[in-house]
């Protein structure tokens, strides 16, 4: 099928399937939706227009944020002031990431590099996940986050003998200083904090194009010590603002989105994000991980230095 305003002809089955897998990687790992989205553009569908892919990309990193957020709204598991700050924040970056982007980055020649190097870096980032010293720090990090998983279960199983404020998030102080409770719990933080770190991110995801889980996560959860029960909510919403920010301001500047591929592509998403899930009982999360490194490492190093092998060898990667 051809897909005139892509410039591409590709059969829409291709399309499916890998938004398909894009979606079952990014609602199992929780990461490299957007990249993996980005490697479809250039390399599965051989897009040639690089201020077409980044907001393309971003569009389908926004399905798992507008499908979860108003769940973890409903569940009280969203720090909405941290979420404002961060998507705040997220504005400001967003607005100059896809400007920067858009101006120097516009061609594939500067675009490809640039792409490789930070896939590179989430590739490292996984492959730091299947070491032994990691996994022995993990096993501390989910029997506390399991603690307090267990603690939020006796408080809802509780009900109305208990405090019903302790289960979701309570704000004890808001202003520069803030302080809120969940599941009994307090924790403080400094309003300049997220929001800088959103508009560091978003400048970085939006220059990208992609979402900016895979550097807010660690944030919340590492630099701001929240448990990982609500830092998802919080994350999936600032990157909703700063992503949807990111893209009108890539339409502003010129950029136009190929609705009829991206049409074929939300299905992919939508049945893929439903599958991980289903599946993640019956395909282990570390033959994934290997899987996913192995592919983010390739396409990194072919984005990055293919050309001076291809020069060097004569093989072309990628």
């Not at 894009?22 to 929780?30: E, I, N, R």
């Not at 490697?39 to 201020?51: D, P, R, S």
């Not at 895979?214 to 990982?228: D, E, K, N």
């Amino acid at each position: 099928m051809e897909f005139p305003v892509s410039g591409i002809t590709i059969s829409p089955i291709i399309v499916v399937l890998w938004a398909l897998f894009v979606g079952y990687v990014f609602s199992t790992v929780g990461a490299a939706g957007g990249i993996l989205a980005g490697v479809g553009h250039i390399t599965i569908f051989g897009m040639k227009n690089a201020n077409m892919i980044k907001p393309m990309n971003q569009v389908l990193t926004l399905i798992s944020p507008m499908i979860a957020a108003p769940l973890y709204f409903k569940e009280r598991r969203l720090v909405i002031p941290v979420a404002i700050a961060l998507g705040v924040g997220g504005i400001f970056g967003a607005l100059l990431g896809s400007w920067l982007s858009h101006t120097f980055l516009a061609d594939m020649k500067s675009y490809r590099p640039f792409f490789g190097f930070f896939t590179l870096l989430i590739a490292a980032r996984i492959w730091q996940e299947m070491t032994p010293s990691y996994q022995a720090k993990q096993k501390v990090v989910k029997a506390a986050n399991k603690a307090f998983e267990d603690k939020v279960k006796e408080l809802k199983a509780c009900g109305q003998l208990c405090n019903i404020k302790e289960i979701g998030v309570e704000f004890k102080q808001m202003g520069i200083n803030n302080e809120f409770t969940f599941a009994g719990q307090n924790f403080r933080y400094n309003v300049f904090v997220p929001f800088m770190a959103g508009a560091v991110v978003a400048v970085i995801s939006a220059a990208l194009g992609v979402g900016g889980g895979f550097l807010l996560v660690p944030f919340l959860a590492s630099v701001m010590g929240f448990p990982m029960f609500i830092v998802a909510g919080t994350s999936v919403l600032s990157i909703l603002v700063s992503s949807a920010t990111s893209i009108a301001n890539y339409m502003r500047l010129g950029s136009v989105l190929d609705f009829k591929l991206l049409s074929f592509e939300l299905m992919g998403v939508i049945v893929g994000s439903y599958l991980g899930p289903v599946l993640s009982k019956f395909i282990k999360g570390n033959i994934l991980k290997i899987v996913l490194g192995v592919i983010l490492t390739y396409i990194g190093i072919g984005y990055m230095f293919g050309h001076m092998i291809q020069a060097a060898t004569g093989i072309k990667i990628i």
